[in-house]
Structure formats: C-alpha cells, structure tokens
C-alpha cells in the first residue's frame, strides 16, 4: 500500500549524469590516480630493458627538486618559464577578448557584419599549433621572409636570429597562443554578456551613465562568473602550454632553455626512455600547482561580485 | 566445459584468421622504416611472391621517434617481419634478442660486401643479424669554381693533397675566408670525420659519459672556425646551409656520402638554383662514414625466408646492385658491383662534373672503422651538437651549454652516469 506513496523522478536524474561520470572515472580519475601511484617508482627503459619498477618513494620528487651545479631547480625555472609565457599571452588576450566582446554586443554600437568578424577572428584556433608553429617558424628563420624584410631594407646587416633570442622567442610564442585563442574567449565573453538582461543596459543609459561606467558597474560584475571559468581555463591551459613551444624550438626550448615549459620537461622524459617515475613526479607538481591556482582565481575573482 | 569453450574460441580465431588471409589472398608482412628511401628501391627491384603483400610503417626518425615506435612494438610482441636500422643506434637491436641470426634463415655470402657493414650488424659473439644494402663512405664535397680560387686547381687530386690533414685544413679556412668565402656552411659540418675516428664509445663499461679527444678537437675546431667566420652557426639540416649549396652560395666544402650530394644537397631540392656539374669529391681530412641504412631480421618474425631473400637480392644479386648504383645513384654494398663501375672510364656524376664518384667511394672503404659504438649514439649526438649550437651562437657560455646537454641526456637516459 505505501509503495505507491509517490513517484521518485530523482532516480531518472541520477541515470542521466550516469555516462558522465562513467567516462570521467575511466579516462580521467583512474589516469589521474595511476599517475600519482606511477610517481613513487623507478620506472624507465634503457634500450629495450626495462628497468624498474622499483618503488623508491620520494625519490624522484627529491630529484626533481635538486638544485644543478649552478643552483638552479630545473623544475621551478620551467614553471617560471610556463607562467612567464602564459601572463605575455593570457593578458592581452582576456583584455581584447573583453573589448571585443563589449564591442559585438553592444546595441549603440550596433557593428555591421558580425559574423564575418567572429568566424575571422576565430579562424587561427581553426588550423593545428603545430602547423601555426612551423609558419611562425619558416617566417622568422634566418633566411624567411621577415630576415629578407630587414635585409633589403637595410634596417640591420645581418640577419636577425629570432629563434635564438629569449625575448624574440617568448614574444613569438606569446603572439602565437594569443591569436589562436582570442577568438575563443572572445565568443566565450559574447555569450556571457548576451546572457545579462538587455534592460538593465538600457536602465543605465536611461540614467545617464556613461560606457565606462556600464561596463564596470553594470558588465563586469554580471560577467564575472563567466570570466572566472575563462581565466581558470586559460590558466590550466597554459599551465599546460605545449604544442607551440615545442614545434617553434623542435623540443629544446631555445635559448638556454628559457622556453622550456614544464609540459616539455615531461615529455622528454617520457620520450626514449619512458620514465614513468619522473613523468608522473612533474605531473603530480603540475596538478598541485594547477588546482591550487584554479582554487586563489576563484576565490579572489568571485568574492568582490558575491552579495 | 572450459575446455570446449577454449576450442570453440579457438577455432573461431583460426577461421577469422584464415578468412582474412584468404581474402586478401595470402599474407602481409611488416616493415618498419623512418623514410621511403629504401621502401622506393624496394618496390621497384624486389619481386614479392604471389600473394604475398608489404605493409610498410614509416615513423620519422628525428628526436629518436623511430626507435620509441620500433622498440614499442618489438616489447609488445607486435608484429615485425623486418626493421631499418641507422649506424647511430643499429647496437641496440643488434646487441640484444629481438634480432636473430641471419645465417640460420639463408643469408650466408657476405664476401662481396664491405667489412664494416657486416661488422655493424654483428653481436658481441659475432652473430650476423642483419646485411645493409648501401655502404656510405663520406667524402669532401668540395666547389670547384670556389676551389679554382683560393686553391689554384679544383683536380680532386691536388685539392685532396691540399686538405689531407685537419692542419691543413684549418689553414686553407683562413685563405678561404680572406677570399670572402666560407670554409663549411654548419658548425657541425665537421662532427662526423672526427667523431668516427674516436678512439673511446659514448659510455664506458660503467656507464660513465666520456668525451672522447675527437669530440674535444671537433668542439675546439668549431670554436675557431665560428670566431674566425669561417662557418656558419646553421644546424647541419637547416635551410641556412641549404642556401650555401646553391650557385649564389658563398662555401666551399661540405661533407657526406653518396646519399647525401645526391638527394639532400641543394641541387636535390631545387635543381633550377643548384649548380650542378660545379662540384667534386675528395676523401679530405679524416675517413668517415655517415649513416647507412641496415636491413634487420627481427627474431619474431615468421616470415625468415622472405626476408632472408630480400637481404640476399640487395647485396648479392648482381643485376640489383647495379641497378641501385646506375639508376639509383647509390654505393653499393657490392664490391665486384662498385668495382665494375669504378673501372667504367664512361661512367660519372653529372653533378660532380663527370667525376667517377664510384671509384672515389671505392679507394676510401678500406679506411673506414666500425668501433666505439653505443646504443645512445643517436641522441648524444644530436644533443650535443644542439646544446652547443647554443654557445656557438654566443647565446650562452660553454659551461651552460655543456649544463644544458647535461641535463639533456639525464632526461633521455636516467642510466648513464654525469660527470660531477
């Protein structure tokens, strides 16, 4: 008799969110976990033996962390490198992402061709970094196009080695992470601020504020959880940073290493000799830095904005 | 019950596995390479058996991607029917049980192939495991109309008796460089003459990185050279150097084998802009070889006697090897083949302005050593040389750039022991 009591649609929710978290356990907790388990053995190959796994516990933290002759930590001048690239890239992008954004959604401005311009500035994330890299690459060799530029121009004798210098290098990578991902946040923002009540714009206008002022008093703030998700995304992303690096420099992160990001580090130990052990050591850094960042973003980006 | 059901699947796996066979009307083997230069020869001279097909897989070797595909498969039972090999890293599968005697599977008659190929593929007990169908001296490439002018004469003789020694040499940079020319396009130009004729390997028997007096002159050499502008700070295949190998290029030396002026120099990449005919071969300074391509038997394979014949056929068979020296531009792993076209007062290098290069290649084989190898080589090399491009460059300090490469090889090998 009490079983028909009431009809349960909870259960129907829970079977819904059930794929999600059955591919997440699979693909990405039970990676994640035999990573960190992966972290505490001496794992690798030598040749075609293989050696290990042995567990040593800390060790290959303890590596990692071991200052060179010259006292420096390789890991902490990688993530120094990381962060450096990421800011050069990240800043500009979230600031002209946020400018467009306001621009191609604001009713004065009432821009023509809008989709012309949001597939265009979309495009660059369209074509693989690698390819993007290898023409940055061909661009700016010493004998590509922008050296002959210069040359014939006369601007400088000799050709201008791009890829050797630590400043030309980060810029290029900087540029490159920046027009590819632009247009990315850009629609990201748009959406956001489509997403805020056309009234109150119009309830601002009507009380004679200004455009700074909307968009500090009024944008800003209904943006943030939208931006808050934009900059932790950039972040892990460039906590990530890759693809770019690695082709611009064909993996040795020129010059002197000062490209060198932490992802580059992992792969070369994870190449030719397959260490697990010290691969999955920077990759338990890597999250710890990751999540502990994500978590100081959220906290400061959204507490000001919270009633 | 267990058992029925182990024959069940059984058979249904036999059944899957013949029907695919009979579908595609016989087997497949599979080779493995890192280019399609010998899977070209391959194609064109060996004749299959009915219904036998090659499924080649085809990695690119830079970076050691090549070897991390290959030794992937080879740990993971995968199966392999025959691998490519270069001399920086052909040891590692050598020295160890994924290859097997080649003897054993039909391949016996190695009297007309060059002794340090034969000794490439050969075990610590001097088991052969594999044959290569290519022998790769290096010699001196050398300008003519450039050598006209600062050595008087572009007769590979005389200009050979100008730069026989690394003195010599050295000094011949210098009038060079006074005529405004380039002595060598790259600062590694001249690793390979020096780093063949080491007297010690990569590593020693407790695994200690050693640098060996011919790494050192090399690295001493390439400092002055750099200083004195002699050479350029390009990497050995970068476009820098390419440009130098073109009639408007300004250097007179470059270094490599048969291969390498036939298919990578300038000429090969863009013939309008090359200047072919203006170039000439000599054994120059120091006897070398550079690459190589070996073909190995790996020890899974069920298919032996195929590959046993394809060995065969690329350094016995007469009529292929000619072939692979007339239409192929290549030399030979065939001494009667190679001494036939060298006597051929007919036969010459267009590119090299009619010069026998056949005959050149010949007279430097017995100079070439096969010793000091390691199964690091490949990526030691490279990382040296790249690591110190950096100081060449003047980007860095040599203590830093040696640091660097350091640092490099405790990444790819955690086994070799660093020097304190």
């Known amino acids: 008799m009490r079983k028909h009591k009431g009809v349960s649609y909870a259960k129907w929710g829970y079977i819904f969110i059930i794929p999600f978290f059955v591919v997440y356990i699979l693909f990405t907790l039970v990676p994640q976990l035999t990573t960190f388990y992966n972290a505490f053995f001496e794992n690798y190959r030598s040749g075609l033996k293989q050696i290990g796994p042995n567990y040593v516990g800390f060790d290959n933290f303890i590596k990692l962390f071991t200052p060179d002759k010259s006292g420096s930590i390789g890991m902490i001048k990688y993530f120094g490198n990381t962060v450096i690239l990421w800011v050069l890239g990240a800043v500009p992008q979230v600031a002209v992402a946020l400018l467009l954004a306001v621009f191609f959604t604001s009713y004065r401005l009432n821009i023509k061709g809008q989709q012309f311009f949001k597939t265009v500035i979309y495009m660059p994330n369209l074509i693989m970094a690698a390819a993007f890299s290898m023409l940055f690459f061909t661009l700016f060799s010493p004998i590509g196009p922008i050296n002959q530029i210069i040359l014939s121009s006369g601007w400088a004798d000799k050709a201008v080695d791009f890829l050797g210098m630590r400043v030309s290098v980060r810029l290029l990578i900087s540029l490159m992470n920046f027009l590819m991902w632009f247009g990315n946040t850009t629609i990201l923002l748009m959406a956001g601020i489509q997403g805020i009540d056309q009234c109150l714009f119009e309830a601002a206008d009507i009380d004679g504020a200004n455009s700074l002022q909307v968009f500090f008093r009024v944008t800003l703030p209904l943006l943030a959880p939208i931006l808050v998700y934009t900059v932790i995304t950039a972040m892990i992303g460039g906590l990530q940073m890759f693809d770019v690096p690695q082709v611009l420099t064909n993996g040795k992160g020129t010059p002197d290493r000062t490209s060198f990001t932490m992802v580059m580090y992992l792969n070369n130990y994870l190449g030719t000799s397959k260490n697990y052990g010290m691969a999955g050591a920077i990759s338990v850094v890597l999250f710890i830095i990751s999540a502990s960042l994500s978590l100081v973003v959220y906290k400061t980006l959204s507490r000001p904005y919270k009633n | ?420």
């Open chain 2, 1 to 420: 019950m267990k058992k029925v059901l182990a024959l069940v699947l059984a058979a249904i796996m036999v059944f899957a596995v013949a029907s695919v066979a009979m579908a595609e009307g016989g087997k497949t083997l599979k080779f493995y390479a890192w280019n399609e230069e010998f899977k070209g020869f391959f194609e064109k001279y060996y004749t299959l058996p009915e219904g036998v097909t090659v499924e080649w897989v085809i990695v690119p070797s830079d970076n050691g991607a090549y070897q991390d595909k290959l030794d992937t498969d080879l740990l993971n039972g995968e199966q392999v029917d025959m691998f490519l090999a270069e001399a920086d890293y052909i040891l590692k599968y050598v020295d160890s049980d994924y290859t097997q005697d080649i003897t054993a599977a039909g391949v016996t008659d190695f009297s007309n192939a060059y002794e340090y190929t034969v000794k490439a593929a050969s075990d610590a007990n001097g088991v052969v495991k594999g044959v290569s169908f290519q022998c790769c001296p290096s010699a001196l490439i050398y300008r003519r109309s450039i050598a006209k002018d600062v050595l008087g004469t572009d007769d590979p003789a005389e200009v050979q008796a100008k730069l026989d020694s690394w003195e010599k040499f050295n000094a011949v940079a210098a009038e060079a460089k006074a005529k405004g020319y380039y002595m060598t396009a790259s600062f590694a130009e001249t690793y390979r003459p020096f780093s063949n004729n080491c007297t010690s390997a990569w590593v020693d028997e407790n695994n200690n990185l050693v640098f060996d007096a011919q790494i050192e002159a090399w690295a001493d050499q390439t400092d002055e050279f750099i200083k004195n502008e002699y050479t350029l700070t390009a990497g050995i295949w970068d476009d820098e150097k390419t440009a130098q190998m073109f009639a408007d290029g300004k250097t007179m030396c470059f270094f490599g084998p048969a291969w390498y002026f036939n298919f990578c120099m300038g000429n090969a990449q863009d013939p309008e802009k090359g200047c072919s005919g203006d170039w000439a071969i000599c054994e120059g300074p120091a006897a070398h070889f550079w690459g190589g391509t070996w073909l190995l038997m790996p020890a899974g394979t069920e298919n032996a006697d195929i590959v046993a014949d394809i060995m065969n056929t690329f350094i016995n068979n007469e009529e292929v090897c000619s072939k692979l020296v007339s239409e192929e531009k290549q030399f030979s792993n065939n001494k009667a083949v190679n001494a036939k076209f060298a006597a051929d007062e007919s036969y010459g290098s267009e590119f090299l302005g009619g010069q026998n290069d056949i005959a050149v290649f010949a007279a430097m084989t017995d100079n070439i050593k096969w010793e000091n190898h390691t199964i690091y080589d490949q990526l030691l090399n490279e990382g040296l040389q790249n690591n110190l491009q950096e100081y060449f460059k003047g980007n860095v300090d040599k203590e830093t750039a040696m640091a660097n490469f350091f640092k490099y090889v405790a990444e790819k090998y955690p086994d070799i022991v660093l020097p304190e």
